[in-house]
Structures are given as structure tokens and as C-alpha cells.
């Protein structure tokens, strides 16, 4: 008995470990130092930057729903995890070796399709590693040491940084991916799974026929999946801009927005968990709702902010809502979607994410773009620019409202 609670708190270890790791790539790459790169080093516009992030996105748009269907038909989720994570390094590693803006550009594109292939097979692995009553507090698990993930990529790539300049962090940043990842590649194991069918072209396209059947069919499936587009258009968007809107606009140090994003990532820990807890306690649905007023709180705050002193409150408060954000979305997910269709409508969720990843980025890359000429400082089209976003968050609560309570 004692053994096997060892082996289960092993496996749900390893695989929270993973959220760790990929926050590397998503922190030092996504949210910080690429997006510096970009803007500052090279002069690049922020419009470049989000064409980049939606590249990668149509891809993962393409190629997700099928990779779900036959992830569920054949059983398995591990190997498209390992595969797609070890590609992502692979490429992460080539972003600290090149020059040109536009391969670079080229490059982080490919990174980002593989990260975000990853991140779909690792969420559904959820319900093999966790009892079904625990499913909040495990996600709370993963996001937390997620968010510790961020604090840790910080710190241990900094003083690259500092010595060599902004693509110093790259490389470090796929060496630490890699070494994190590597515990949920050897100790997750997934359960037996019977093959539910023959794998084929014609059975996977009737089967992604279905699924698009199937979105209303599956009770409150179709607004889920509303309220998650209209809300990821809006924090997808932070964690690509926020470091440039702080640098740019708030007038933070290099330094003073390595600490903000540290003093971020602290809240977004213990809210990862305790919003697991709150979860299993009163509802995923319930939780969200709270989830989205405080993220509309940390947007006004954001607009208003016109001064460093103020702006430091919008880094613990979106710490707070992002940390809520993931362990609880995945949780209402998890009872929404049929176990039997983890993977497909995983891949289904995914893509709504990334549909929001690829729309929000352009609107406030096309804000800022648009209205240089008219205000070339920049005081008021970024406040435009996350007013905008604001207005995804109200338009998801809308539609969250339609599910509910008891889930």
C-alpha cells in the first residue's frame, strides 16, 4: 500500500514537473526576452511579434483536431508529448544562435507550434494521474510549480542575460526545458488503453467530422469553449505584451521588470492552489466566475495606472487571476468534456486557445500599429490596446454565465 501511494504522489510529481519546465520556454521565450528581442534589439515592430505568435497558430489549428482523434484512438498521449517537447528544444536552442529578424521570427514560430502541440497531450494526461475527486487540487499542483517554474527561469537565466544580452537566454532556456521535462518522460505512465479503432485517413476525417458535430451535442460544451476564446484572447495577449507595455510605457527598468515578473509569478503559485481547493470545494464554474472579475479588475488597474507605484499592484493581482486561470479552467474542462474524448476535445479546447493566441496578439499589434501616427509616444494607444482586451474578458463572462452553477 505504502509503495503504491509512493508511486502515485512519483507520478503526480512528475507530471506537475512538467509545468515547471515548459514554463521556461513560455516565460523566457513567449513573454520576456524574445519579445525584447524583437522590439528592442532588432527594432521590429510589436505587429511583427504577433504575426509571428499567429503563424504558429494556424498550424496547430491545422494539425490539432487530427493528432487528437488519433491520440484517443491509439491510446496514447506520451509519445506526442515527448516528441513535440524535444522539438520545441531543439528549435528553442537555435533561437540563441542566429541574427536575421526574420529567421528568427521563422524559428520561434516553429518553437511555439511545438510548445503549444505539448501543452494540449500533457493536459489530457490529466484524468490518468489523478483521482477524479482531486482533479482541481492536482492542476492546482502543476500550476503552481508552474509559476515557481517562471520565478526559477528567471533567476537561473538572468545572469545570462546581464553578461551577453538578450538571445543569451535561449539556449539555457532549452537545456533547462529539457532537464525539467524529464522526470514526467520516464515516471508517467499511462494506463492500458484499448484501441478503439483502426487508424486511417478516411475514419480520422469522418472523425473530425464528428467532433465539429458534436460541439452541441455535448451539454455546455459549445459556451465552455465561447468563454474560453472570447477570455484567452485577452490573457494570451498579456503574457506576450505585458513586459513590452511595462517597458514601454510604465518606464520599467530591465531590472525592475525581472522583479515584477517575479513578484507575479509569487501570487500566481499560491492562487494555483488554493484555487484548486476553492474548485473542489464550490464548482469549477463558480470559480471561474470569481476568476474573470478579478482579471477585469486587473485590466482597469492596468488602463489607470499612469505612474510605476500603481502598476506594481497590476503584477500580484494578474499573478492571481493567471495562477486561477489554468488549474481551474482545466478542471471545468474535465467535467464538461466525455472521458473517452479527452484528447479530441482537449485539441478542440486547445484550438480556441489558439485561435486567441494568434486573434488577440493581431488586434493589439493593429492598435498600436494603426495609431503611431496619430500618438507616436505610445501613453494612450496601449491603454487602447488592453482596453480592447477588457472587453474579451466582459464578453466571456457572458457566455460563462449560460453554464451551470452545479458544474
Not at 494521474?129 to 533567476?155: C, F, H, K, M, Q
Amino acid at each position: 500500500m505504502a509503495e503504491r501511494k509512493f508511486r502515485d504522489n512519483l507520478t503526480i510529481f512528475s507530471w506537475a514537473l512538467y509545468d515547471f519546465a515548459n514554463t521556461f520556454f513560455a516565460m523566457n521565450v513567449v513573454s520576456l526576452y524574445f519579445a525584447l528581442w524583437v522590439t528592442v534589439d532588432k527594432g521590429g515592430k510589436d505587429i511583427f511579434y504577433s504575426l509571428a505568435i499567429a503563424s504558429s497558430m494556424v498550424f496547430i489549428i491545422l494539425f490539432l483536431p487530427t493528432l487528437g482523434i488519433v491520440s484517443d484512438r491509439i491510446g496514447r498521449r506520451m509519445p506526442f508529448l515527448i516528441y513535440s517537447t524535444l522539438l520545441c528544444i531543439i528549435f528553442t536552442g537555435i533561437l540563441g544562435v542566429i541574427s536575421p529578424l526574420i529567421i528568427g521570427l521563422l524559428i520561434f514560430s516553429i518553437a511555439n507550434f511545438f510548445y503549444q502541440l505539448a501543452s494540449v497531450f500533457y493536459n489530457s494526461l490529466l484524468t490518468q494521474i489523478s483521482p477524479p475527486d482531486e482533479i482541481g487540487r492536482v492542476s492546482g499542483y502543476g500550476v503552481s510549480l508552474s509559476y515557481l517554474g517562471t520565478i526559477s527561469a528567471l533567476i537561473l537565466v538572468r545572469p545570462f542575460v546581464l553578461r551577453l544580452g538578450n538571445q543569451a537566454a535561449f539556449i539555457p532556456t532549452a537545456l533547462y526545458f529539457l532537464l525539467f521535462s524529464l522526470p514526467c518522460f520516464l515516471f508517467v505512465r499511462e494506463k492500458p488503453h484499448r484501441i478503439t479503432s483502426e487508424i486511417g485517413l478516411l475514419k480520422t476525417i469522418r472523425g473530425l467530422k464528428d467532433t465539429v458535430g458534436d460541439l452541441k451535442k455535448i451539454p455546455h460544451l459549445f459556451n465552455f469553449l465561447l468563454t474560453s476564446f472570447l477570455s484567452l484572447n485577452a490573457i494570451n495577449t498579456v503574457l506576450i505584451f505585458m513586459g513590452v507595455y511595462a517597458k514601454k510605457v510604465i518606464g520599467f527598468s530591465d531590472v525592475e521588470l525581472n522583479n515584477f515578473f517575479i513578484l507575479s509569478s509569487v501570487f500566481a503559485i499560491f492562487s494555483s492552489v488554493l484555487s484548486g481547493f476553492i474548485s473542489d470545494r464550490i464548482g469549477p464554474r463558480r470559480t471561474m466566475s470569481l476568476v474573470l472579475f478579478f482579471w477585469g479588475l486587473t485590466l482597469s488597474i492596468a488602463i489607470l495606472s499612469f505612474k510605476k507605484g500603481i502598476f506594481w499592484i497590476v503584477g500580484p493581482m494578474g499573478g492571481v487571476s493567471l495562477g486561477a486561470t489554468w488549474t481551474v479552467s482545466r478542471a471545468l474542462a474535465i467535467k464538461i468534456i466525455p472521458k473517452s474524448r479527452l484528447a479530441e476535445f482537449f485539441g478542440v479546447y486547445g484550438i480556441t486557445g489558439r485561435i486567441s493566441s494568434l486573434l488577440g496578439p493581431i488586434i493589439w499589434g493593429s492598435i498600436i500599429l494603426f495609431l503611431e501616427p496619430i500618438e507616436p509616444i505610445g501613453f494612450l494607444r496601449y491603454r487602447l490596446a488592453i482596453l480592447s482586451l477588457l472587453a474579451f474578458i466582459v464578453s466571456g463572462y457572458f457566455f460563462l454565465r449560460k453554464i451551470p452553477n452545479l458544474l
